[in-house]
């Protein structure tokens, strides 16, 4: 929302000055800030856990996917980046194939990309052929034992180049998942909170027939100031506590953040930021859309 936005910067003295406290403690702050990023979301996607970072955020995922599946194994896309936790780096191709390279547990799906990618504009039907690659990275999983606990997806792969997956993907994706059991983990840490300015969330773009499992926030969630967040269902979520080992973060969900966090979320709406998004977008595009008419250097614009 810009930087040192003059409400994020009140919100945070105003709740600085006062007792903080950390999240063993309850908190109005931190009970309004669920209840209005709820709003945003799918009612299924109901209980939040709050953190200090992305990185810490699908790390969390990842243990509530693998606790709620009693499975291990995880599928992401090509040239993906979860963040620099060791959990995550083993997840993220961008990283580890320059350091230790594949687990055995981690398995590789082509960006459904349909400009550069294997299936392109001009096949007859993209989506399901890259989700039947989905489909059979699941199935040579299962040849060796191994059981898929979730995929793993940014809703707009960002390092991978921007990429927007066909509508429907996730659908089909979803569909092959959860029928080896798995669950399916969308990435909003650098593409929610408006960014995409049709939807709120980048996953919505799909189609309102999508809800993920598992949502995780991050960077734009507090504007500059440390906070995350992963939101799932009951189920997963008391999955997870059936463990008997209670969630803990200090400072994640604190007073502060969630100050920060319910400003953010004024100043978007307040400010019709998803809307200016909207626009500005469209300008732009409709703009470079035509520089590509122009220039046959230009392959794509997005």
Same mark, same amino acid.
Request: hydrophobic residues 40%.
């Given at each position: 929302?810009?930087?040192?936005?003059?409400d994020?910067?009140? &919100?945070? !003295?105003?709740?600085?000055?006062? #007792?903080?406290?950390? =999240?063993? /403690?309850?908190?109005?702050? $931190?009970?309004?800030?669920?209840?209005?990023?709820?709003?945003?979301?799918?009612?299924?996607?109901?209980?939040?856990?709050?953190?200090?970072?992305?990185?810490?955020?699908?790390?969390?995922?990842?243990?509530?996917?693998?606790?709620?599946?009693?499975?291990?194994?995880?599928?992401?896309?090509?040239? &993906?980046? !979860?963040?620099?936790?060791?959990? #995550?780096?083993?997840? =993220?191709? /961008?990283?580890?194939?320059? $350091?230790?390279?594949?687990?055995?547990w981690?398995?590789?799906?082509?960006?459904?990309?349909?400009?550069?990618?294997l299936?392109?504009?001009d096949?007859?039907?993209?989506?399901t052929?890259?989700?039947?690659?989905?489909?059979?990275?699941?199935?040579?999983?299962?040849?060796?034992?191994?059981?898929? &606990?979730?995929?793993?997806?940014?809703?707009?792969?960002?390092?991978?180049?921007?990429?927007?997956?066909?509508?429907?993907?996730?659908?089909?994706?979803?569909?092959?998942?959860?029928?080896?059991?798995?669950?399916?983990?969308?990435?909003?840490?650098?593409?929610?909170?408006?960014?995409?300015?049709?939807?709120?969330?980048?996953?919505?773009?799909?189609?309102?027939?999508?809800?993920?499992?598992?949502v995780?926030?991050?960077?734009p969630?507090?504007n500059?100031?440390?906070?995350?967040?992963?939101?799932?269902?009951?189920?997963?979520?008391?999955?997870f506590a059936a463990?008997?080992?209670?969630?803990?973060?200090?400072?994640?969900?604190?007073?502060?953040?969630?100050?920060?966090?319910?400003?953010v979320?004024?100043?978007?709406e307040?400010?019709?930021?998803?809307?200016?998004?909207?626009?500005?977008?469209?300008?732009?595009?409709?703009?470079?859309?035509?520089?590509?008419?122009?220039?046959?250097?230009?392959?794509?614009?997005?």
């Amino acid at each position: 929302v810009g930087h040192c936005h003059p409400d994020i910067v009140k &919100a945070a !003295h105003e709740q600085n000055q006062l #007792l903080n406290t950390n =999240s063993r /403690y309850l908190h109005d702050n $931190l009970v309004d800030y669920a209840e209005r990023l709820s709003k945003t979301l799918p009612e299924k996607l109901n209980t939040f856990y709050f953190l200090n970072s992305g990185s810490e955020a699908n790390d969390l995922a990842l243990r509530l996917a693998r606790q709620y599946t009693k499975h291990e194994d995880v599928i992401v896309l090509d040239h &993906a980046y !979860h963040g620099h936790l060791t959990s #995550l780096i083993d997840i =993220s191709p /961008y990283k580890f194939r320059h $350091l230790e390279g594949q687990k055995e547990w981690v398995h590789v799906a082509p960006v459904p990309d349909t400009y550069r990618g294997l299936y392109r504009e001009d096949h007859e039907d993209s989506v399901t052929a890259y989700a039947n690659e989905v489909k059979n990275i699941i199935e040579q999983a299962q040849e060796r034992d191994r059981k898929i &606990a979730a995929f793993f997806v940014e809703s707009l792969p960002s390092v991978g180049g921007q990429i927007i997956p066909p509508a429907g993907y996730f659908q089909k994706v979803a569909e092959h998942v959860h029928k080896a059991g798995g669950v399916f983990i969308a990435d909003e840490i650098q593409v929610g909170f408006g960014r995409v300015g049709k939807h709120f969330w980048a996953f919505q773009l799909q189609g309102e027939d999508f809800i993920p499992d598992i949502v995780t926030m991050g960077k734009p969630i507090g504007n500059g100031h440390p906070i995350a967040c992963v939101v799932t269902t009951k189920e997963i979520a008391e999955a997870f506590a059936a463990t008997g080992v209670e969630y803990f973060n200090t400072f994640g969900g604190n007073p502060v953040s969630c100050a920060i966090g319910l400003a953010v979320l004024d100043v978007i709406e307040k400010q019709h930021l998803q809307t200016h998004a909207n626009e500005v977008g469209n300008f732009l595009m409709k703009l470079l859309k035509e520089q590509k008419i122009k220039h046959p250097i230009i392959g794509d614009v997005r």
